[in-house]
Antibody, heavy 116, light 109 residues
Framework: EVQLVESGGGLVQPGGSLRLSCAAS????????MNWVRQAPGKGLEWVSY????????HYADSVKGRFTITRDNAKNSLYLQMNSLRAEDTAVYYC?????????WGRGTLVTVSS | EIVMTQSPATLSLSPGDRATLSCRAS??????LAWYQQRPGQAPRLLIY???TRATGVPGRFGGSGSGTEFTLTISSLQSEDFAVYYC???????????FGQGTNVEIK
């Protein structure tokens, strides 16, 4: 089955760090560009970050630039998001999403709550 | 940043009705527009890309149109499973600065 499964979410204090993972299965992970998209509680969708499948070139939304780092391990069919200096406004469900520009496959998401 | 504005915020309709959802871009994006459906507690699902091309497995009752700054998603006859929130997304920028609209909630009247 073609799927993405996120993990690593949880409760973290402001200023803290968290690392999210996304496990891919059912397709050739190394052939696809990947993204993280988030959704604050009761709010809309926000693209967060992109990583190339060829050379791991990364791009970020201005709201997370300098604090978040996206990486991938094609040997492990996995995508990651290292989140540092977390803020209350980073509280959201984080989805990994496949493909460049148009997100054709989504995981179920993992909830990150930033609160003291 | 390209701002995407969806209207209306909420659409109250009955099963069998026709739904017309609008999305406006703050500047021209050509046909670089996608529509997603999100049911409660679920991840978004791609419906339409390139403004008018249905994604694999999407029923024919879903149709997209428009170009430039004005776009429309039409559901010809609402089924029970279509009551959900719909988001438009522009993907014209590179490097990416992809943005979504705030969503239209299609609810049962």
């Amino acid at each position: 089955e073609v799927q993405l499964v996120e993990s690593g979410g949880g409760l973290v204090q402001p200023g803290g760090s968290l690392r999210l993972s996304c496990a891919a299965s059912g397709f050739i992970f190394s052939s696809y560009e990947m993204n993280w998209v988030r959704q604050a509680p009761g709010k809309g969708l926000e693209w967060v970050s992109y990583v190339s499948n060829i050379d791991s070139t990364a791009h970020y939304a201005d709201s997370v630039k300098g604090r978040f780092t996206i990486t991938r391990d094609n040997a492990k069919n996995s995508l990651y998001l290292q989140m540092n200096s977390l803020r209350a406004e980073d509280t959201a469900v984080y989805y990994c999403a496949r493909d460049r520009r148009v997100f054709n496959l989504w995981g179920r998401g993992t909830l990150v709550t930033v609160s003291s | 940043e390209i701002v995407m504005t969806q209207s209306p915020a909420t659409l109250s309709l009955s099963p069998g009705d026709r739904a017309t959802l609008s999305c406006r871009a703050s500047q021209s994006i050509g046909s670089d527009l996608a529509w997603y459906q999100q049911r409660p507690g679920q991840a978004p699902r791609l419906l339409i890309y390139g403004a008018s091309t249905r994604a694999t497995g999407v029923p024919g009752r879903f149709g997209g149109s428009g170009s430039g700054t004005e776009f429309t998603l039409t559901i010809s006859s609402l089924q029970s499973e279509d009551f959900a929130v719909y988001y438009c997304q522009q993907y014209t920028n590179w490097p990416p600065r992809w943005t979504f609209g705030q969503g239209t909630n299609v609810e049962i009247k």
